[in-house]
């Protein structure tokens, strides 16, 4: 697709069924009107303004975040929207939706699109506003506090069968609790780092401390810093500036064709061979460990330090309540591999769908694509606890500060929507997503071809 701003066009229909829409200023867009594929949108320029000058548009009104973007509390991310227009991105990950922070902002221009919006994307912005208007936003910290009950529970159980049990059986039935321990201190990190729990930055910092770095052993500002780059610029790559979504790439294996010039050792061409294989093995086993060193290794938080080294405290204190290194190794082995279904469950909405260029982001609606790049999971409304959330990952990209316990709510009128207009709402199984996943890895490693360069 071309990209470009269009201050008029009209449109035609070829016999394909493909509107193409021809912009007076030469500029083209091709979507698919009917069948509810993807849509190209040209996004708007900030013509008449200082060129040297660093712009966001957020409704309708462009705002100078020159001095701004280097202090920016969410990162780097803000510099991928200098230019564009991220109103459905900036609503989504702010709380309250951002608009406490917008206004100690000035614009300093307006826009409008000039190509008719996708009326898929329009209906959900309008959904978007009703949630905020009846309340679906609004946190339940009664809710939250039960959740973590739970897992206050779990620890108990796990401390109460290693230091008053001499039984192996019993020794592997704490490690199962602790697994479901860190599981659900996982989950829970994932909510308060969306603001489902706290609007307030400072509580949510420091119960972020409570459920990963104490609770989990992870730092949850590493997870936090990579998880909003991987909302905002979900399946994405960019081969120009060594960009890809942090979350969809590891050096182990490759899901997506699009991943395969990253790729550049006969090592990595290796284990591409047989990544079907090795793929939940290393879930399972190393998945814990990997992800607590990938979080802790530029960690300068004290704070998150402190707490990191209270848990591995803890941790040597209940092992050695154990009477020998056999039920050591028993009981922290089945939490690991148990707690290794968490890195399967973070992984399987996504790797079975198409990426892209990021560039090509800009140029889609935000709405739409989030809609067709996440699979959710098919479950009772008894099994959401196990899946924390993470069964609802349309609904959670869409509007990911709508807190869990109102996904299911949210998720029937998505699903309505997407009647309406036709747009695929791609829901599974756990274990057939899984599968998807392996099946996408197989088809991938047969195409692979190490890189020349």
């Not at 620890?155 to 592997?172: D, E, I, N, P, R």
Request: aromatic content about 14%; hydrophobic content about 40%; proline content about 4%.
């Amino acid at each position: 697709p071309l990209l470009g701003c269009a201050s008029a066009y009209h449109a035609t229909a070829n016999k394909s069924g493909i509107r193409q829409l021809t912009s007076t200023m030469g500029v083209m867009e091709h979507y698919q009107g009917t069948t509810g594929a993807e849509r190209r949108f040209p996004q708007p320029s900030p013509n008449g303004l200082a060129t040297n000058r660093q712009l966001v548009g957020v409704n309708g009104k462009w705002y100078d975040v020159t001095n701004f973007a280097h202090r920016h509390p969410g990162g780097e991310i803000i510099n991928y929207f200098i230019n564009k227009d991220a109103t459905d991105v900036f609503r989504s990950v702010h709380p309250k939706g951002g608009q406490h922070l917008i206004k100690y902002m000035k614009a300093v221009g307006t826009y409008t699109n000039s190509v008719t919006e996708d009326p898929f994307n329009r209906d959900m912005r309008q959904l978007y506003d009703r949630l905020q208007k009846e309340g679906y936003f609004k946190q339940d910290l009664r809710w939250y506090a039960k959740k973590y009950a739970v897992c206050l529970v779990l620890l108990f159980l796990t401390v109460t069968l290693v230091g008053g049990f001499q039984s192996s059986w019993a020794h592997a039935l704490a490690g199962v609790f602790l697994a479901l321990f860190w599981q659900q201190n996982g989950m829970l990190m994932h909510d308060i780092l969306h603001h489902q729990v706290f609007d307030n930055q400072r509580l949510t910092y420091i119960a972020g401390l409570v459920v990963a770095p104490l609770s989990f052993g992870m730092s949850a500002n590493w997870w936090r810093d990579e998880h909003w780059v991987h909302h905002m610029l979900l399946n994405s790559i960019s081969y120009e500036d060594n960009f890809v979504d942090p979350q969809m790439w590891e050096p182990v294996w490759a899901q997506n064709t699009m991943l395969f010039p990253l790729f550049q050792t006969y090592l990595q061409a290796f284990l591409i061979k047989i990544q079907h294989i090795i793929f939940l093995p290393i879930c399972m086993i190393a998945g814990r460990f990997a992800i607590i060193i990938d979080s802790m290794k530029r960690e300068t938080d004290l704070g998150t330090w402190a707490a990191v080294c209270v848990h591995w405290a803890a941790m040597v204190l209940l092992l050695s309540l154990l009477p020998n290194w056999e039920e050591r190794c028993l009981f922290y082995g089945v939490a690991m591999m148990g707690e290794g279904v968490l890195h399967v469950q973070l992984l399987i909405s996504h790797y079975s769908k198409d990426m892209y260029m990021k560039d090509e982001l800009h140029d889609m609606e935000f709405y739409r694509y989030q809609t067709m790049q996440n699979i959710n999971i098919t479950n009772p409304w008894w099994m959401d606890w196990f899946h924390g959330g993470l069964n609802f990952h349309i609904e959670h990209h869409c509007f990911p500060r709508v807190p869990r316990h109102n996904m299911r709510q949210v998720g029937s009128m998505i699903q309505e929507l997407c009647r309406k207009h036709d747009v695929p709402y791609d829901t599974t199984g756990f274990f057939n997503a899984v599968w998807r996943t392996l099946a996408g890895l197989h088809r991938a490693q047969t195409l692979f071809k190490l890189d020349p360069r």
